[in-house]
């Protein structure tokens, strides 16, 4: 997948490309990142990237011309398929099932705004589709398109270790995660639970999804409303 980033602040998507698995990924070639900076479109001695509102108020906007530019020099990077994506307070929320969604785009154009937003002709002339990644306003869009490339990423054949990885993922059933236990098998006066020292895996796979159902319920029941359960999943809530 090609990832094109569109970003006054390049630099801080180091965090994903230079780390962890999203790093291995690009080192790999299975994802292949590009930048384009509004700032390298300006064309006045201090380079302005910022413009006022109309209508007056607190602020600034991105100045469109450099940002259309931008967003055209990357569709020349990913071609004429990528799907491009605002990242915005304003977009529908990330979830699983987006995230999944987007990762069997060919390519994405992740545009990042600063200061107070967009102007709303670019986004509708060039926007496919406006992202947010919660209910909380953050300074500018970088950190969003960063945890859209994470969550996007992890989706894509060969990125985790094996290939059942992204789909044994808490989530991917609709459901929170288990707890998990490492050593020692006491700590702070807590065993680890005695089924999973048992070596029936069996057993073992129907505790964890016993306990992810547990913890769903209780933490989460938003999760489960219109969810439909398995047999196996009634058989376990009746036990
Ligand atoms: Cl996608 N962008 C910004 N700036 N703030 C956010 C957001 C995105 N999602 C939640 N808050």
């Given at each position: 997948?090609?990832?094109a980033?569109v970003?006054?602040?390049?630099?801080?998507?180091?965090?994903?490309?230079?780390?962890?698995?999203?790093?291995?990924?690009?080192?790999?070639?299975?994802?292949?990142?590009?930048?384009s900076?509004p700032?390298?479109y300006?064309?006045?001695?201090?380079?302005?990237?910022?413009?006022?509102?109309?209508?007056?108020?607190?602020?600034?906007?991105?100045?469109?011309d450099p940002l259309q530019q931008a967003i055209a020099a990357a569709r020349e990077a990913?071609?004429?398929?990528?799907?491009v994506?605002?990242?915005?307070?304003?977009?529908?929320?990330?979830?699983?099932?987006?995230?999944?969604?987007?990762?069997?785009?060919?390519?994405?154009i992740?545009?990042?705004?600063?200061?107070?937003?967009?102007?709303?002709?670019?986004?509708?002339?060039e926007?496919?589709?406006?992202?947010?990644?919660?209910?909380?306003?953050?300074?500018?869009?970088?950190?969003?398109?960063?945890?859209?490339?994470?969550?996007?990423?992890?989706?894509?054949?060969?990125?985790?270790?094996?290939?059942?990885?992204?789909?044994?993922?808490?989530?991917?059933?609709?459901?929170?995660?288990?707890?998990?236990?490492?050593?020692?098998?006491?700590?702070?006066?807590?065993?680890?639970?005695?089924?999973?020292?048992?070596?029936?895996?069996?057993?073992?796979?129907?505790?964890?999804?016993?306990?992810?159902?547990?913890?769903?319920?209780?933490?989460?029941?938003?999760?489960?409303?219109?969810?439909?359960?398995?047999?196996?999943?009634?058989?376990?809530?009746?036990?």
């Amino acid at each position: 997948m090609h990832i094109a980033l569109v970003s006054l602040f390049p630099e801080m998507f180091e965090a994903v490309t230079g780390h962890g698995v999203t790093g291995r990924a690009v080192t790999q070639g299975l994802v292949q990142i590009s930048h384009s900076n509004p700032r390298d479109y300006t064309t006045d001695k201090h380079r302005t990237v910022d413009d006022r509102p109309y209508g007056g108020g607190p602020g600034m906007l991105m100045k469109i011309d450099p940002l259309q530019q931008a967003i055209a020099a990357a569709r020349e990077a990913t071609g004429d398929s990528a799907r491009v994506i605002y990242l915005s307070p304003q977009g529908q929320r990330l979830d699983h099932g987006k995230a999944v969604a987007l990762s069997q785009e060919k390519a994405l154009i992740l545009v990042a705004g600063r200061y107070e937003g967009v102007d709303e002709r670019l986004i509708e002339a060039e926007v496919d589709e406006e992202v947010s990644i919660g209910d909380y306003v953050l300074s500018g869009g970088e950190l969003a398109a960063m945890v859209v490339i994470d969550a996007v990423t992890r989706h894509l054949p060969g990125v985790l270790g094996h290939e059942l990885s992204a789909q044994e993922d808490s989530y991917a059933d609709g459901l929170l995660d288990c707890p998990h236990y490492t050593r020692p098998e006491e700590y702070q006066g807590k065993p680890v639970p005695e089924v999973l020292l048992s070596g029936n895996h069996a057993l073992i796979r129907r505790w964890r999804l016993k306990q992810a159902l547990g913890r769903t319920y209780e933490r989460r029941p938003d999760l489960l409303e219109g969810r439909a359960s398995t047999a196996e999943e009634e058989e376990l809530l009746a036990e």
